[in-house]
């Protein structure tokens, strides 16, 4: 249950596919555009925010920031070629223990009270990098896991295994069911976690977890873009809007009541 709105299968297939896809273009030297992972992005702009659609939400009017980045890249390569299920295996394992390759990263014109992050190396070192403070990491960050398929020395194309996995995803197959499940528990308890902190945090994760983490922080009321591949050390910033306090008039709530009957 996501917030009381079940994402389907299918779009929960469709974003890992996506981020499988990103992670082998952003690790084989291509840049995407600016702004193909935003639609309606969250950008700050000093003592004011620029929303959707070029409105403006005033500092005031916002009761939590948080703001999520996605790591530096890493070293490790994006497999090619022909692999087997064991192969693909063993290179995610490089890659989570792959160094991140550390540069610059804009973290706005916002105070960050506090920084937490996913305890893998990558994002460990991306979260030192920039950020000065105290830094909490939790295993609730972390991509989701993908069981390794019995497929013995059978050899595909690395795209074919991507899509072998998005359906096992898609359709829930009992391969990858206990994984997609545990993964979702986590989604909503980071956003748990997140929620019970007072003050701007800055989350430092992975593509996956950012794409379905900054959808569950929009279903509980949370303003900011449609996250769909985060791009490497670009921050993207979700914000809960003040509740709106209704002005009474001098006379109480019932004089208001009785003045706004007579001048209909």
Known sequence: MWSGRRRS???DAAQLFRVFRSESASNSGICGEAGRAVEGGVIGCGSAVLGPCGR????????MRIGLL?????????PTGWSTAAELQGWRQRYDASPAILGQADLGAFHW????????ERAAATAKAVFPGTIEQTTLLREPEFAPFQTGDLLLPVWLWRWILRLAWMTGHK???ACRDEFRRRVVAAADLLEGRSGDVLVVSHAGMMAFLSAELRGRGFVG???RIAEHAR?????RPSPTRRA?????PNESMGHSQTSR
Do not use: M, N, W
């Open 56 to 63: 403006t939400i005033r500092e005031k009017s916002i009761s």
């Open 175 to 177: 391969s990858q069911r």
């Open 9 to 11: 299968r299918a779009d």
């Open 225 to 227: 873009p449609k996250l």
């Open 113 to 120: 009270s506090e920084c937490i992050s996913s305890d893998l």
């Open 235 to 239: 921050l993207y910033v979700y914000e």
């Open 248 to 252: 009474s008039s001098p006379g109480g």
């Open 70 to 78: 996605r790591h530096f890249p890493v070293e490790q390569r994006f």
